[in-house]
């Protein structure tokens, strides 16, 4: 059991490190760096950039030597805890990140829970009741939350949000917090603004999860324990939540993994539209502009989170599923 | 005001014909009856003492610092030569925070052009005229040769050290004159590469010397140009330009001043977490990031631009008062909120969220964004820039990638016959909702520009037939099977490539509706919908045939003029033909010379307006633009539109609002227009 964790542990700081070293490259890809940016920028309005002052920013940066030079000194300091300087943001990169993390990881959270509220109960009932109406209507419903691009439902609900009930346009907090220090006016007021943001991001999951959780449910169903438990006498719905409903759980746990990193980048476009304070827009606006420090630390703790997500299913599963368990042993 | 020199004075006759040309303009559309597009007005700057206010008011909050003794008087803090303005409408009151919405860190342009007065002289609401600013007065001496600047006696800045000339010569020896801050001199200040002095008279006097006559150097004093700026724009973001600097202040950050010299510079710097003095530097004198930066302008931050909003207050400096003697601003401060789509900020401010935006609206959005009047509280004003075209189809004369295109690109009758296939009255309806005038690439009729009657239409109407016959005279008459024209080289289609960029207009959406006109004449053209930066690095390479941009600020040809002529090189957009501008810029040593005796004619009329005074210049100033235009190196759409920064939505609580403002670059939209007047009615 030891020997199995550790060996997760190895593998997934070799796993973070091939990460970095990937979105390194990947960052680097497109011509130009940051300066060619920050000078396009400039002249949009309305200030010349001479190739001379060109240079000079480049060598200010460290731009004017080698990726791989570039990379290894962006790892050592990494490795020291210093992340860096934002060249967009000119502050810290930890800094910039920071504001947004907290925020990122509460509407992440709303949304996992908001997503198995309604998946689970959804998949369970169409598996039991398979081929009745309410699961074709609920099977439909998943559907077309799967095919409607989420950042589109956005933009609907928004509109809809703004022109009957007067809501706010995005955003996390009404005008007058926006500045206040944390209150608990400032908690309600989050509290009010979530569901809109958790309920959108949650919808394109759903049908995902509600589609395998019925299959799943269905050939549990349909295994020999089912008929002797019921044989046995036991109440129906002890039948079916005790035993095949834990086993179609694996799913759910196996994709804990990717459900950290999904809210933080693939969100981003829907992020965008509803002007969440995460770090998904931040991810965008500094590939854009090849920000690197900042795109390279936001990756990279995006491989971190995937990393330490599979890891957390990887326990979980051991927990709710005794096969996996004695798999290891064996 | 000595530089009222007959150029400004026709730009002012120039305005009223504005006036009477827009509405003609607009007829066509439903627009036209709406009301939107108001009358030039501003503000009026009292310039005889006998009339200025004896006694002084000020904002309640700085009363109570004064009570408090943290704050000197209001009469001790106002300069000697006071800044007297009468607002547009009335006497406003103190109150309220002016919300309006900015798109990040890059988007310093948003608040720099609020505090556009902080530069010595600053254009009127006309765009035209000057007025003072910092400066009282200026002058420039008969032979063209010394420009002196009278600075306002008793100036402050905002923590209360005095301004004199002594922070403009700070600025050109230890900032501009430092190669690890500006490594290459301006043109702005070396006429023909010979570079000049600043020289300090007294503490309120500032000469400029040049060594050969530079008339020029009037307009480029009162345009936003690198000398002219001011503070907020030009030392923003790692800029070092803009004429003065808080020498108090920006000293202890230079190894020149700093105790322990570079060493000691250094390692503050490295101590305060930034590579070297100069990061550090380039951090402590950027308004919008330092908090603590000493500046002029209405407004200093208090919250810098790189967080979630931007926030800032009111100088309790400020060196203006209206007629009545209440210190300027009205407003407390200003508070932008950080919008991370364009969409969102447009839906913000039709939700009444924002008080007065006008920068980053959509044009396409004005009919929504009228519907939302009532329910947002808010006013749209539709105001009408005065450059030709909103969209140029740059053909690059030095392209070489390709010899059979370049040649094209390169034949008169080719551009001509481009733009006679283009139906502007068709593009004006479906992006510019018919608000656009259409024809080349001139500025506005009024300016003094304008190269004459005529020069509008030249080349630039909508003629299918007359195209045809130029594209079959030149030797593309044979066609392909598709009706497209076919190269000389191997009988292939001729394909042109135009790159768009999909910036402040949909202009990749534009250039599809271009290649649609050009199919018509048998002409196939692709466009490339690139991204910006991109785009750029390309064009630097010489690598594109036809690349869409705006001329927006041309009007003023010799302060801006890198999309009206090649004279510019990369970085600096150069589209029209990078390595013509590179050698026109090395002076010959770099870069390809042009064959076009066309462009090196335009060349030697650039190169000698400098010297020229105002008349010499505007006659110069429209051969350049009938030789542009009957060559047609950009083919021009439609222009002098609302499209950037025009469609201005106000909130009815806000007082002192011009019906109309002056859209341009050197006005500074809506700086122009002095915020610092405006007011919350209730």
Not at chain 1, 76 to 87: K, P
Not at chain 2, 2 to 31: H, M
Not at chain 2, 574 to 586: I, T, Y
Not at chain 2, 645 to 672: F, Y
Request: hydrophobic share 45%; with cysteine.
């Amino acid at each position: 059991m030891v020997t199995y964790i550790l060996q997760r542990l190895g593998l997934a700081l070799l796993t973070i490190l091939a990460i970095s070293v990937v979105s390194f490259v990947i960052i680097q890809l497109p011509p130009g760096d940051f300066v060619d940016t920050y000078i396009t920028n400039l002249a949009a309005s309305g200030s010349a950039v001479r190739a001379e002052e060109a240079a000079a920013l480049r060598i200010q940066y460290g731009l004017d030597q080698p990726i791989w030079v570039q990379y290894w000194k962006w790892l050592s300091r990494v490795a020291t805890g210093d992340f860096g300087m934002s060249m967009e943001w000119g502050r810290p990169v930890l800094e910039v990140i920071g504001d947004r993390l907290w925020l990122t990881i509460v509407i992440s959270i709303a949304a996992i829970l908001v997503t198995w509220g309604i998946a689970l109960p959804i998949g369970i009932y169409s598996a039991v009741r398979q081929y009745s109406i309410p699961d074709y209507v609920f099977t439909l419903i998943g559907f077309v939350g799967l095919a409607v691009p989420n950042f589109l439902l956005a933009l609907i609900i928004m509109y809809f949000g703004f022109k009957l009930f007067d809501l706010n346009i995005g955003g996390l907090f009404s005008a007058e917090y926006q500045l206040a220090p944390w209150s608990w006016g400032k908690i309600w007021d989050l509290t009010k603004h979530l569901p809109l943001p958790a309920v959108i991001l949650a919808l394109a999951g759903t049908a995902q999860l509600i589609r395998i959780m019925r299959a799943n449910l269905l050939d549990e169903l349909r295994r020999p324990y089912v008929t002797t438990a019921r044989a046995r006498g036991l109440p129906e719905w002890r039948v079916i939540m005790k035993y095949p409903v834990r086993a179609a759980l694996n799913p759910f746990a196996s994709t804990i993994g990717y459900l950290l990193p999904f809210v933080v980048s693939g969100s981003i476009v829907v992020s965008l539209v509803l002007s969440l304070p995460t770090v998904g827009p931040l991810l965008l606006r500094s590939l854009i502009a090849q920000d690197m420090f900042l795109a390279g630390t936001i990756v990279l703790l995006l491989g971190v989170l995937t990393v330490i997500g599979t890891f957390i299913s990887d326990l979980i599963l051991m927990w709710i599923d005794p096969r996996i368990r004695a798999g290891m042993h064996g | 005001m000595a530089i009222g020199s007959q150029f400004l004075a026709r730009l002012v006759l120039g305005s009223a014909l504005v006036t009477g040309i827009v509405p003609a303009a607009l007829a066509q559309s439903s627009l036209g009856q709406s009301g939107l597009v108001g009358q030039p007005e501003g503000i009026t700057i009292i310039a005889d003492p006998a009339q200025w206010p004896k006694s002084f008011n000020e904002a309640p909050q700085l009363a109570e610092l004064v009570k408090q003794g943290k704050l000197p008087a209001v009469k001790d803090r106002l300069p000697q030569d006071l800044m007297v303005i009468k607002p547009v409408k009335e006497i406003g009151k103190y109150g309220g925070v002016w919300r309006r919405g900015f798109t990040g860190p890059g988007d310093n342009e948003n608040g720099n052009r609020i505090n556009a007065s902080d530069r010595p002289i600053l254009v009127d609401h006309t765009g035209a005229s000057p007025n003072p600013s910092l400066a009282k007065a200026w002058k420039m001496s008969d032979d063209g040769k010394t420009f002196t600047l009278n600075l306002r006696r008793g100036l402050r800045w905002s923590d209360g050290a005095p301004m004199t000339a002594n922070d403009f010569v700070f600025w050109f020896e230890d900032i501009y004159g430092n190669k690890d801050i500006v490594p290459t001199p301006i043109s702005d200040l070396s006429p023909q590469g010979k570079p000049g002095r600043m020289v300090k008279v007294d503490d309120y006097t500032v000469n400029f010397e040049f060594d050969v006559p530079f008339f020029l150097f009037e307009d480029l004093m009162a345009g936003d140009t690198l000398i002219g700026g001011g503070q907020a724009v030009r030392q923003s973001d790692k800029r070092s330009h803009g004429g003065y600097a808080p020498a108090h202040y920006l000293k202890q950050f230079l190894p020149k001043y700093a105790p322990g010299g570079l060493d000691g510079a250094n390692a503050a710097a490295k101590a305060e977490g930034y590579d070297n003095w100069v990061a550090r530097l380039h951090f402590k004198k950027d308004w919008s990031l330092n908090p603590e930066l000493p500046v002029l302008g209405p407004f200093k931050t208090t919250q810098a631009i790189n967080k979630a909003t931007w926030v800032m207050e009111r100088n309790p400096y400020y060196w203006a008062v209206d007629t009545a003697g209440n210190q300027l601003p009205y407003m407390d401060g200003v508070v932008m909120t950080l919008a991370e789509n364009l969409e969102v900020l447009n839906l913000r401010a039709m939700a009444g969220e924002y008080d007065l935006q006008e920068r980053h609206i959509d044009i396409g959005k004005l009919p929504v964004i009228l519907e939302n009047q009532t329910r947002g509280k808010y006013k749209v004003h539709l105001d009408l820039a005065s450059n030709g075209s909103d969209a140029v189809y740059y053909l690059n004369q030095s392209y070489d990638a390709d010899p059979e295109v370049a040649k094209w690109l390169r034949n008169v009758d080719f551009r001509r016959a481009l733009s006679l296939a283009l139906d502007r009255k068709q593009l004006n309806e479906a992006f510019w909702l018919g608000v656009a005038v259409p024809g080349s690439a001139a500025p506005g009729e009024s300016l003094p520009y304008f190269p004459g009657p005529g020069w509008r239409e030249k080349w630039s109407t909508f003629d299918q037939k007359m195209a045809n016959e130029m594209l079959d005279k030149i030797g593309l008459s044979k066609k392909d099977a598709q009706g497209f024209r076919v190269r000389t080289d191997n009988g292939q289609r001729l394909r042109l490539q135009i790159q768009a960029v999909q910036a402040f207009l949909p202009w990749p959406k534009i250039s599809e509706m271009v290649a649609d006109q050009w199919g018509k004449v048998g002409i196939q053209a692709d466009v490339r919908d690139t991204e910006r930066t991109l785009a750029m690095t390309r064009s630097g390479n010489n690598e594109h045939q036809i690349m869409v941009w705006t001329n927006g600020g041309t009007e003023l040809l010799y302060l801006f003029p890198r999309h009206a002529i090649p004279v510019e090189a990369h970085p600096s957009e150069a589209f029209m033909g990078p390595e013509h501008g590179k050698w026109f810029v090395s002076g010959g040593t770099q870069g390809k010379k042009p064959e076009d005796p066309e462009i090196l004619k335009i060349f030697d009329l650039f190169r000698s307006a400098a010297g020229q005074k105002t008349d010499g210049r505007i006659k110069t100033a429209q051969e350049i633009w009938k030789i542009v235009i009957d060559q047609q190196y950009g083919i021009a759409t439609v222009g002098q539109s609302s499209a950037l920064m025009g469609v201005r939505l106000v909130s009815n609580r806000l007082g002192n609002i011009p019906s109309r403002n002056c859209i341009a670059q050197h006005c500074r939209t809506p700086g122009g227009a002095h915020p610092e007047t405006w007011f919350y009615k209730n």
